[in-house]
């Protein structure tokens, strides 16, 4: 199949740039400023959409049976509300436009398992696939991916995984919450399975579904923090408590893989083997 892939500089697009490219025709649709070091090895084209009409000419001429849409702007670097709404309303939704007007055949969109109330990432990721389900009168089908935590060797330094990960390589002390949020944190390896069940099983899914991916399993933060310290044999003191919960905290999160499960996918990696992996990845 000819497959476009958004957001392809980043940590899971890039994945799913290496994973399918082995198998379809793989597209990326990035900026002139996107770094391109994550995808530069594998087989994939790039489609630069700098330029207002960039965007529908691609599609235009490759005419895509599957759309992923991987972007997002998390808003951890003070970047405007408009930025995100930018970014995670308005970008997925002119693909879906283009998807619909060039008769695609699935829209495959990385949303949240947050909900709306814990920050502006969540509510503009969430707002676009309300509005997506408004206007579901097309003929392709739309998958919302509710993702949750995910995890992996190189992932991004902002993100909560890699930032214990480091701090305890480094011998760091580590601030931290209570740490009794329960999560469910899941493996890139494990994700990028999950795309791939979703898109050889079309048949099978409704024309607006949202589909969760995540392990299954949601320890307390406080017990991957200890996992990611006993794997990496570190020296860091573990205050506990010494940072205050937020106030709208979700304490709470994980994934139904029922769904997932019945099509054929398999979680591969427990938490401490998917650490351990990780680890692995930085030696």
Known sequence: MIIFISGASGYLGSHLVKALSKEHQVFVLIRSTSSLKRIENYCADVICIDENDALESAFSLHQPDVIINTAALYGRKGETVSALVNANIGFPNR????ADKYKSKVFIHTGTSLPDDISPYALTKNTFVKLAKFNADRSFKFINIAL????GPDDDNSKFTSYVINACLAGDKLALTDGLQQRDFIYIDDVIDAYKVLIGNMDKLDYFE??????????????????????????????????????????????????????????EHTLESGIKATLKGKE
């Open 210 to 267: 949202t589909v969760s991916v995540g392990s299954g399993i949601a320890p307390t933060v406080r017990e991957l923090v200890k996992v990611i310290h006993e794997c990496s044999h570190s020296k860091s003191i573990l205050e506990f408590g010494a940072v205050e919960m937020r106030k709208n905290e979700l304490m709470y999160s994980c994934a139904d893989i029922s769904k997932l499960k019945k099509l054929g996918w398999q979680l």
């Open 95 to 98: 693909l879906l436009e283009l």
């Open 148 to 151: 949750e935590h995910f995890y």
